[in-house]
């Protein structure tokens, strides 16, 4: 087991028997449909929120992540044809500065860095293909040190939690492309094998999506976009190769229509992990759609997954996240500019809506950070 991943997760379990060891924090929302990423400061105690920030910018905004350290974020962004990653500097007050524009193949998808902050990989859904570019003093630059086609709908790029292996999911081909990381250099080589099959195209749920990999365990998880559903694979840490060991529904048994899952986060500690759902379904009017996000315990030692509820979420959930204390999830609806909030019960993972807010126009990605206010 690596110690510096069993010490994280130590910690998340210690932020969670202490919940004021997160002094403050903001929940940051990018709006496509605006040109604007929005920041929302959280009540520690309540999980509400109040708008504190609104940063502008010259282009469309799309996903969001941070710097290892928290220093710094980095947006995908799209305008008129171009797409590019924006470097913002979060201030101690969590407002946000722009830093440097980089130029990108195509729209950046999903986004994630190294462990050590100078590289950030990419994938771009349209293109089919996967890119690293370098950072140099934390600004990312247009500089690409890796960039290599897959296949169409390379949805999701992430690393492993030693940082050597890198998975990519692809959803229309039904496969998690695998690589190993090259850390001195920003490469990427395929591993043997160079992909895994996602469940059977003739099961209800396939064509994995979102990846997250267990904080302790040797274990990941991907969300099922076709038809709604997680599956759970064993992780090899010597090969960096996956295993699909099962996959379930996120659906409720009643849910009748077209269903299509998108985002899956898992709390700090591991205990729990969600995925969100969108209703695809075309409705009369008075039939309401049924979007939701679905919650799955974790055993602590094996990783079984087991169905904790499904709960109603705001139209067309892409992008959903956890808080930094594993208490709190915030899900925004795409179509509807509307955030919901929720508490997570810690002995049952079952999550209680509490507030609606209002928020911008097409919510594609959402993140939790602290600051030092």
Same mark, same amino acid.
């Given at each position: 087991m690596n110690i510096r991943f069993l010490n994280i997760t130590l910690?998340?379990?210690?932020?969670? !028997?202490?919940?004021? $060891?997160?002094?403050?924090?903001?929940?940051?929302? +990018?709006? @496509?449909? /605006?040109?604007?990423?929005? &920041?929302?400061?959280?009540?520690?105690?309540?999980?509400?929120?109040?708008?504190?920030?609104?940063?502008?910018?010259?282009?469309?905004?799309?996903?969001?992540?941070?710097?290892?350290?928290?220093?710094?974020?980095?947006?995908?962004?799209?305008?008129?044809? !171009?797409?590019?990653? $924006?470097?913002?500097?979060?201030?101690?007050?969590? +407002?946000? @500065?722009? /830093?440097?524009?980089?130029? &990108?193949?195509?729209?950046?998808?999903?986004?994630?860095?190294?462990?050590a902050g100078q590289f950030l990989l990419a994938c771009h859904y349209s293109a089919g293909e996967i890119s690293i570019y370098r950072i140099v003093d934390g600004i990312c630059t247009s500089e690409m040190t890796e960039h290599k086609k897959t296949e169409h709908t390379a949805h999701c790029i992430e690393l492993d939690p030693s940082g050597r292996f890198v998975f990519v999911p692809h959803t229309s081909p039904n496969k998690v492309y695998q690589f190993r990381f090259n850390a001195q250099d920003g490469t990427l080589t395929p591993n043997d094998p160079p992909f895994v099959e996602g469940p059977d195209k003739n099961h209800r749920y396939h064509e994995p999506r979102h990846y997250v990999h267990h904080p302790v365990l040797d274990m990941a998880y991907t969300s099922s976009e076709f038809g709604g559903g997680i599956t759970a694979w064993k992780f090899d840490p010597v090969t960096g190769t996956l295993k699909r060991l099962k996959t379930l529904s996120t659906l409720r048994p009643q849910s009748v229509g077209k269903f299509y899952a998108a985002d899956i986060w898992m709390t700090p500690?591991?205990?729990?992990?969600?995925?969100?759902?969108?209703?695809?379904?075309?409705?009369?009017?008075?039939d309401p759609k049924q979007d939701s996000l679905a919650g799955f315990s974790l055993d602590s030692k094996t990783g079984e997954m087991t169905a904790v509820g499904s709960f109603p979420a705001p139209n067309e959930p892409y992008a959903f996240c956890i808080d930094r204390s594993g208490r709190f999830v915030y899900s925004a609806g795409t179509s509807t500019s509307t955030l919901f909030a929720y508490r997570i019960d810690q002995q049952t993972g079952r999550l209680t809506h509490f507030a609606t807010y209002p928020t911008g126009k097409g919510t594609v990605s959402l993140i939790c950070g602290d600051t030092k206010e």
């Open positions: 910690l998340a379990f210690a932020v969670l !028997a202490n919940p004021c $060891a997160f002094s403050s924090q903001l929940l940051y929302v +990018s709006s @496509s449909g /605006e040109n604007t990423i929005l &920041a929302y400061a959280v009540n520690q105690e309540t999980g509400e929120l109040a708008l504190k920030f609104k940063t502008g910018l010259s282009s469309s905004p799309g996903f969001i992540t941070f710097s290892p350290d928290g220093r710094l974020m980095y947006v995908g962004t799209h305008e008129d044809g !171009a797409a590019g990653v $924006a470097t913002l500097q979060r201030n101690d007050d969590g +407002s946000l @500065s722009l /830093e440097g524009q980089a130029q &990108a193949t195509s729209s950046c998808t999903y986004m994630s860095t190294d462990k500690n591991g205990r729990f992990a969600y995925v969100s759902n969108r209703d695809q379904t075309p409705r009369e009017p008075g």
